[in-house]
């Protein structure tokens, strides 16, 4: 009995691990090659431990690709849309969590889950024909606005289920000393909601921080140009060079492990109450 | 007491404002491009032409239908049984808790944050036919004696883009079998010990039935995430070499980027939603009934 007990938290340690080590990989290894000498990354077989670190890939991304600016606009982009959609979604959500009228917010809440399933790619053409004709190209807040409606039904979603979890009591005792709705809502109810906020706002940011193709459509001026699309001129130039492109990647996933790191836990909440989006 | 239930309304329009005019109508006129001649290179002309998109799209010489459509299948289905059955075994072996689960959790969890085209880039550096990982790796262990051209070699692309794809999806099956799997109360597997059921019984008698709504559910939307998502394979290969990775929702990326076909794109748009529709139908279907068999 205690032999089999042991062995089997060997085999639970080797899988754990085993796990680690596929998930880690890829990561540590575009760490590696940006951290190598050029004359180093194309080499075979492999150099797995660079001789010495240098960081000439990331000089020449910065230096002589305007990843600054980059970085710059896509924070832009993400920062705003993403407080604009958390915005939104605070009053549709707690709307839709303390509405009472059941047939209304039946149809509200269908028009919600229906959104999440369209393909976001099937909008490209109808919204780059409409934001053409009003004059939105090659504009960062056009683009945030773009986002807003993308992540919108998601979060309200997210939203409605996290004020559900507050009693509405609460705000009765508030109105009954005289708060008006959108008193109560901002000092008695919202403050309570920080994790949910924390989590609509993680949310909102990996999305947004990670869109590619509506980004490429909308955005054609250098200027203005956001992290992805600047990794996707990389690629679409005759052969890629590995070693920028490297630099890049890394600067490129930086910003969501680190949201993800610190909103982890909200994070694994909010998709399980939202649940509906991966 | 009354509560004030008009002010309610206004706090919802700006959502559905922003709803109606960014998202559904957009879709309404994807809608009716899918039965227009509607081509960037030639707008003079953007008749109704019936059903000549999806007729083009199911001739196509450059993307051949049958091809795409097994591409389609084999990406969705071999993707996601990899991703639940990995992420699944991870919660489980996740769900008693050690020393260092929350820093572990936050490790192996970490890639449902990343780009999946950044991902796909990533995953086309390891699978590279020159100075790949995944080259160097299998010759070090004597798998193969030469270098293999992953993503250029037709044999082996489709499925180096999907075990991308299953690197990709394994956290989301993962985190959310974790939570449910939290949700199990332990007096259950108690119970069951003293009846001396053993580890198989517990998970075939407890842990599925009880997680069952979660697996129906994850299953399900996944299926319609993965068919959508254009991103890793896009970034690898772009559907090359010779369709070899190609799935419906790169050929429309590539309508659209490439060709400016709106109407084709659109056609194809309508498909993958037509197909998806049909899919989640039988699967609730299916799954409700068996259920109702027990």
């Known amino acids: ?278 | 007491m009354k509560k004030p239930q008009d002010i309610l309304i206004k706090y919802l329009l700006p959502t559905l404002i922003v709803l109606t005019l960014l998202v559904y109508l957009p879709v309404c006129r994807s809608f009716v491009m899918a039965f227009q001649n509607y081509n960037l290179y030639n707008l003079k002309d953007k008749g109704w032409n019936n059903f000549a998109n999806f007729r083009a799209v199911f001739t196509d010489q450059t993307y051949p239908f049958g091809q795409v459509l097994l591409n389609t299948v084999l990406w969705v289905f071999i993707s996601l049984a990899f991703q639940f059955t990995l992420g699944f075994i991870l919660a489980l072996l996740l769900r008693k808790p050690f020393k260092g689960r929350g820093l572990y959790t936050s490790l192996v969890f970490y890639p449902w944050a990343l780009s999946g085209f950044a991902i796909g880039l990533v995953w086309s550096w390891i699978f590279n036919g020159q100075f790949g990982l995944a080259n160097d790796i299998l010759m070090k262990l004597g798998v193969i004696k030469a270098p293999i051209g992953f993503l250029s070699d037709p044999h082996y692309a489709l499925m180096s883009v999907i075990i991308a794809n299953i690197w990709y999806g394994i956290p989301f099956f993962g985190i959310m079998i974790l939570a449910a799997l939290q949700s199990i109360p332990n007096e259950l597997y108690e119970s069951a010990k003293i009846d001396g059921a053993n580890w198989f019984t517990q998970l075939f008698r407890i842990t599925i039935p009880y997680i069952k709504p979660t697996l129906v559910s994850t299953t399900l939307l996944r299926v319609m995430w993965i068919m959508n998502f254009p991103d890793i394979i896009y970034g690898m290969t772009n559907g090359g070499p010779a369709n070899a990775t190609n799935i419906l929702a790169t050929e429309m990326l590539n309508k659209i980027m490439k060709e400016y076909n709106y109407g084709q794109a659109s056609a194809i748009g309508l498909i993958i939603m037509m197909i998806l529709f049909v899919y989640a139908f039988f699967y609730l279907k299916f799954t409700s009934r068996k259920e109702v068999e027990i």
């Open chain 1, 1 to 278: 009995m205690k032999i089999s007990r042991c062995l089997s938290s060997i085999g639970r340690f080797v899988a754990l691990a085993l796990f680690l080590v596929f998930a880690l990989l890829p990561l540590v290894w575009i760490v590696i090659t940006s951290l190598k000498d050029p004359k180093e990354i194309f080499t075979f077989p492999l150099v797995y431990i660079p001789g010495k670190i240098s960081f000439v890939s990331y000089q020449k991304l910065f230096r002589f690709n305007n990843f600054g600016l980059y970085f710059r606009n896509s924070l832009i982009v993400t920062v705003l849309g993403s407080l604009g959609s958390l915005l939104m979604a605070v009053f549709s959500g707690y709307a839709l969590s303390r509405y009472k009228k059941h047939a209304l917010k039946s149809k509200v809440l269908l028009v919600l889950y229906f959104s999440q399933m369209i393909p976001s790619f099937l909008l490209m053409t109808p919204l780059y024909i409409m934001i053409a004709k009003l004059g939105g190209l090659d504009k960062l807040w056009v683009l945030a606005i773009v986002y807003i409606a993308t992540t919108l039904s998601f979060n309200t979603i997210m939203s409605k289920s996290f004020f559900d979890r507050i009693p509405v009591s609460i705000e009765e005792a508030a109105m009954v000393d005289g708060c008006t709705t959108s008193q109560s809502l901002f000092r008695i109810v919202i403050p309570m909601m920080a994790p949910g906020l924390a989590a609509i706002f993680s949310f909102s940011f990996v999305n947004i921080w990670n869109e590619l193709f509506l980004a490429v459509m909308f955005l054609s001026d250098p200027a203005k140009t956001t992290i992805p699309v600047a990794l996707n001129s990389f690629i679409s130039k005759a052969g890629i060079s590995w070693d920028i492109l490297s630099a890049g990647l890394v600067v490129s996933l930086l910003p969501t492990m680190i949201v993800f790191a610190f909103g982890q836990k909200y994070i694994v909440v909010g998709l399980t109450e939202g649940g509906v989006k991966g």
